[in-house]
């Protein structure tokens, strides 16, 4: 598969986790386009390996927090509540999901990283611990706190254990 087959099959898949990764659209298209372009100079070797997408995610993963370590990017969190849309109004859809991706991004880099890989890109432990270069337990360490945070926000009760089997 050529650089330029893959970007036209994968590029829109990879935008829309960066999305999800920094709930940023325009951050996300910025670390996508740096992560291609990185990955168009050793593209003959990422292919080899055989799983470009756990390579090139890994990149975007990388990027963003490259992006957090710069002192100048650090954004200024508000304690000021959006209201709240009137259940039937034809924007509710579109209001829950922004703020899922709010609480979503509140979380850590690692965590964020998890919750993104396994339930919008419905990958399994091992692989994203393969992306994150961590173990399997970590991912599912990862999961249950990320979880937990994301329930107490919504005024659910934490729960011990990870996946129901």
């Given at each position: 598969m050529t650089f330029e087959e893959y970007v036209a099959a994968r590029g829109a898949s990879l935008v829309r986790f960066a999305r999800l990764l920094t709930g940023d659209p325009h951050r996300a298209e910025d670390l996508v386009q740096d992560a291609l372009a990185r990955a168009y100079l050793r593209w003959d070797t990422?292919?080899?390996?055989?799983?470009?997408?756990?390579?090139?995610?890994?990149?975007?993963?990388?990027?963003?927090?490259?992006?957090?370590?710069?002192?100048s990017n650090r954004e200024t969190p508000t304690d000021t509540l959006v209201e709240r849309v009137a259940p039937g109004d034809i924007d509710t859809e579109t209001a829950e999901r922004d703020a899922i991706l709010r609480q979503i991004a509140r979380l850590s880099d690692r965590q964020r990283a998890v919750v993104v890989l396994r339930y919008y890109e419905d990958l399994d432990d091992a692989t994203i611990a393969d992306i994150l270069g961590c173990s399997a337990v970590t991912v599912r360490s990862h999961a249950l706190k990320a979880l937990n945070i994301l329930r107490a926000q919504v005024g659910i009760a934490p729960t011990t254990s990870g996946r129901k089997r």
């Open positions: 990422i292919v080899r390996v055989e799983q470009p997408d756990a390579y090139l995610r890994r990149m975007v993963i990388n990027g963003s927090h490259s992006w957090w370590r710069r002192r």
